[in-house]
């Protein structure tokens, strides 16, 4: 398939296509009938992310506060069985491996043994120590040390005027026991076991932010145009549910001129399903 044959058809419809964008740090974006593509993504890309763009298109036409709802999944496919979130999902998985946050996953599997190791050195000094309970010790001591700061901040400064000049210091999470060198081990652990309790909700926070974007209807039934230029069998096989159904509305012509589209890039070899 020819990317330039591609354009020119978008284009023949009224969209405004460009290739040599930034895609607003995406590797593709589509709002009011213009599609951006970055010029940083790799050339076998670029027409995945065209039909990725083009399903936007579609699916503003059929849904056009779809940008602002996210879409809904009975307006792509007429019905919304509860099979097809979970293959949608699948091919989504298999376009975009970034859609699986391994690595923040992996990051919140470490950040969870920091935790763990941080509690066990805090229970050799008090075995009953138990993060969801107050930790008395430790709240007597900290109100009179700098240190207090810590316990919401990984750096902090403070600056502490004097009568000639003023005094700044900087405290850091790295340098507990440095800066604070007569504070005991167990509740310089908690401290960074504090630390890294922020660091997780973090971590939590981005993976529900992609997992929402990811599982939107819009990006699922992108994906799934796009999966199926990208591995057709493939896409049949992780998801049958739903690709009879998306090719059963594509040849109706609910899609409109999607099936145009397939047509130009030979996906449409595959028998109605009634």
Known sequence: MDKKVLIRYFESLGLSVHTATKARGHQGFFLNNRIDISKNIKETRVIPTLLHEFAHYIHSKLEPNMNKTGGSLQILFQECEDNYFDELVKITNFVDGNSLCVRLYEHKDRVKNDIKKCES?????????????????????????????????????????GFFRKNIKLYTIDNIEKDF?????????????????????????RINKYKKYYERPAELFARLVEGLYIDKEWVEAIAPNVVNKFYKLLYEGYYMELSEVFEMCDLLDKEVVT
């Open 121 to 161: 050195i805090i229970k050799i000094y008090y075995p009953k120590f138990l993060r969801s309970k107050k930790f008395k010790e430790f709240d007597k001591y900290i109100k009179r040390s700098n240190a207090r700061y810590l316990l919401k901040y990984d750096r902090v400064k403070i600056i502490e005027s």
């Open 181 to 205: 060198n007569d504070m005991p081990a167990a509740f310089a652990a908690y401290i960074r076991l504090r630390s890294y309790q922020r660091k997780q909700k973090r971590i939590s926070s």
